[in-house]
């Protein structure tokens, strides 16, 4: 990677939470050059995680949301603006209005976006969520709606369906899996999180698929039609069935992506590596938009969550700009956490088809438990609701590599 003194103008591409983190963290390192942000939304970077609740709610006006950055804080903004390629041998992106940065240090946090469901194309009605547009439109449509499809039982969808079920919205969530949060959490509680929708009020179709809408003839969308040959009448459709990394733009530019998802390819420093499989000298990369080589895990990971965007970030800074200790690797152990009906629900490390799931506290019928996640009695995950003090006890346990009888001595 290039010294600190060699770095005059660093862009970052993507003004999203990582890109924010990234920039602040290069300004409070040192870093006295010239700092641009693209952005691709008009806003300043903001948080994403109250779109789904407190914003959807309508108990949040969008300001509380804006990220903070020192009142000195220095760059140039280039919001409104897309990336649209990366040119490495003269060090240069180019964006959509035509311009072009030149760069010492590139920073690549573009973050990720909504996967669509096909056939969607033009419909009214159908909504993702990842912006604030997305967020207030469908706060909007959810108000005077009779029934809210939202296809995805996955957090995003967990969520957005408690939300809205609070707001006394009919809610229905369809997923094709046989667990609420099962893709993330395993089978194994998904009866407690199920009992937890559908007794506020939240229909469950799970095990079953969206074949097609139907819509109305302007267009509007009318109906789901299931994969058991079942229909679900309904005016408002939330689509929640993952995200793709924003990385169109790198296409062809000689950084490694991965043939998976398309995501940046960073080894266990954040730092971005080339097709060649070479570190690519003053480029790294945070936040949705990385797959990176986790030195704790031993296996190369995607983290989407917000904990994620503000931790890498700051640690892609501290690699470019070549900090003693940042080349012995990233090692955050994923956190990610989500509210709904009451509950704070939080998961800590990976989980993984196999591993073994044991009720360390509580129970569900309480609703409040703590549960551990395992594979050959070597800690991999936590898993709590209410046990907020005891998951960053567990995290620090995931990260010593720590065994699941820790667990009781540390408790003792």
């Excluded at 993507?14 to 942000?37: E, H, I, K, N, V």
């Excluded at 407190?54 to 009142?71: H, K, T």
Aim: glycine residues 12%; negative net charge.
């Amino acid at each position: 990677m290039a010294s600190p003194l060699a770095l005059e103008r660093i862009v970052v591409v993507g003004a999203s939470l990582a890109g924010a983190r990234a920039a602040d963290a290069l300004r409070r390192q040192g870093f006295a050059g010239t700092l641009d942000l693209v952005g691709a939304e008009k806003h300043p970077p903001y948080e994403r995680p109250p779109l789904s609740k407190q914003i959807l709610a309508g108990v949040w006006e969008f300001e509380r949301a804006s990220v903070d950055l020192p009142e000195d804080f220095e760059a140039s903004w280039h919001l409104g603006r897309t990336a649209t390629s990366l040119d490495l041998p003269s060090r240069t992106v180019a964006l959509d209005d035509g311009s072009a940065l030149e760069f010492d240090g590139l920073v690549i946090a573009t973050g990720a976006t909504p996967r669509a469901l096909p056939g969607t194309e033009g419909l009214s009605n159908v909504f993702t969520l990842r912006t604030i547009e997305d967020a207030l439109f469908l706060r909007s449509a959810a108000a005077s709606a009779e029934h809210v499809v939202v296809i995805g039982g996955g957090f995003i969808g967990s969520e957005v369906a408690a939300t809205l079920a609070t707001r006394e919205v009919w809610v229905t969530i369809v997923d094709p899996l046989p667990s609420l949060m099962g893709r993330v959490l395993g089978d194994d509680f998904g009866p407690y999180f199920e009992g937890l929708h559908s007794g506020h009020g939240v229909s469950l179709r799970l095990g079953v698929g969206v074949v097609s809408l139907e819509s109305t003839p302007d267009g509007a969308v009318s109906c789901c039609l299931l994969s058991d040959g079942s229909r679900l009448a309904c005016d408002v459709v939330v689509v929640g069935i993952g995200v793709t990394p924003a990385t169109g733009w790198l296409a062809g530019s000689g950084v490694a992506l991965d043939p998976a998802d398309g995501s940046v390819v960073c080894d266990g420093t954040c730092a971005v590596l080339g097709e060649n499989g070479a570190v690519l000298e003053g480029i790294v990369a945070a936040g949705d938009v990385a797959r990176w080589d986790h030195p704790l895990f031993g296996r190369p990971v995607r983290v989407e969550h917000w904990e994620n965007a503000v931790a890498m970030g700051e640690a892609a800074a501290l690699r470019l700009m070549a900090v003693p200790g940042a080349e012995t690797g990233y090692l955050d152990v994923p956190l990610f956490w989500s509210d709904q009906f009451g509950k704070k629900i939080q998961f800590v490390g990976l989980r993984s088809p196999g591993d073994e799931v044991l009720l360390v506290e509580g129970s569900t019928e309480e609703g409040k438990f703590l549960a551990v996640y395992s594979r050959d009695r070597v800690l991999t995950g936590a898993l709590g609701v209410g046990r907020p003090a005891r998951i960053i006890a567990l995290r620090n346990l995931i990260a010593e590599r720590a065994t699941v009888e820790a667990v009781y001595s540390e408790r003792s």
